[in-house]
């Protein structure tokens, strides 16, 4: 049981990330497009954000009925696929074309941000699709160049400079 019926689930993001885990870099999981996690509505606090890996599908009951809150730097964090289960989620070095994080959906539910920070890191993402999503937060200027970090931040880098691309953002 992910929360309680009399409010939030104080740091759900052990469990989410066991899922997570277990569903897709496992031998069923992996690449098999045809595995969701459905998060059920309600209300879920997160402490630490919970890495997302290739072919993931993350859907909640809809938008004001799944409701995500992250008060630790990020809710969602993509990584490949050898840094998710290694526990070196820190690592994104390793990043290369044959297991950047690529085919990801995440949509249906509301992610309230708490603190500093991008609230979806994108790190060397492609073709995923981002839907059905209300990101509720404050974020910061830098440097009078404008948002640093904002609902998502797109970042690339690793071996040979791996891009962000190809993502599709709908209904947010």
Not at 105 to 116: K, Q, V
Not at 134 to 161: C, E, M, N
């Amino acid at each position: 049981n992910l929360y309680s019926r009399g409010g939030a689930y104080t740091d759900a993001h052990v469990p989410f990330q066991r899922a997570v885990d277990q569903l897709f870099l496992s031998p069923i999981g992996g690449e098999n497009r045809n595995i969701t996690l459905r998060i059920p509505a309600g209300e879920f606090v997160f402490d630490s954000p919970v890495f997302i890996p290739p072919y993931a599908n993350i859907v909640g009951d809809g938008i004001g009925k799944t409701k995500i809150t992250a008060n630790g730097a990020n809710a969602f964090y993509t990584k490949n696929g050898d840094s998710v289960g290694s526990g070196n989620y820190a690592d994104d070095s390793t990043n290369d074309s044959t297991n950047q994080p690529r085919y990801i959906r995440l949509s249906g539910m509301t992610i309230e941000h708490t603190s500093y920070g991008g609230t979806i890191i994108l790190q060397n993402c492609r073709d995923s699709v981002f839907s059905d999503l209300r990101i509720l937060g404050q974020w910061t200027f830098g440097s009078g160049v404008g948002v640093d970090y904002g609902a998502f931040k797109l970042r690339s880098g690793g071996q040979g400079s791996i891009d962000c691309n190809h993502n599709s953002f709908k209904n947010i």
